[in-house]
Nanobody, 123 residues
């Protein structure tokens, strides 16, 4: 059974940085695109950015370009989300998810979801 486990969330001041990790197990990591999503209180879950399993292609939400970066370590079956210049509006539960293609990630047609990790940015 496939599993994704997020870690690295916490409390940070505005302007600070965090790096989230998404560790995958139970499926062929290289065959899956991995995406990061977030859900703030009272809001719908939104896609943040994602990376393909094969050629490393990435997709970023326009509002996050320049502040957030996604990368993956195939040896560790882990995807990272580096978040810089954090703002209070970035406060949310962050989830990672896996799908067969980037298109699947963007369509929310994910095969696996993690349990989420809380990120809180104080002003």
């Amino acid at each position: 059974e496939g599993q994704l486990v997020e870690s690295g969330g916490g409390l940070v001041q505005a302007g600070g940085s965090l790096r989230l990790s998404c560790a995958a197990s139970g499926f062929t990591f290289d065959d899956y695109a991995i995406g990061w999503f977030r859900q703030a209180p009272g809001k719908e879950r939104e896609g943040v950015l994602c990376i393909s399993g094969s050629d490393g292609s990435t997709y970023y939400a326009d509002s996050l370009k320049g502040r957030f970066t996604i990368s993956r370590d195939h040896a560790k079956n882990t995807v990272y989300l580096q978040m810089n210049s954090l703002e209070p509006e970035d406060t949310a539960v962050y989830y990672c998810a896996a799908a067969g293609t980037l298109k699947g990630i963007l369509a929310y047609e994910n095969d696996y979801w993690g349990q989420g990790t809380q990120v809180t940015v104080s002003s």
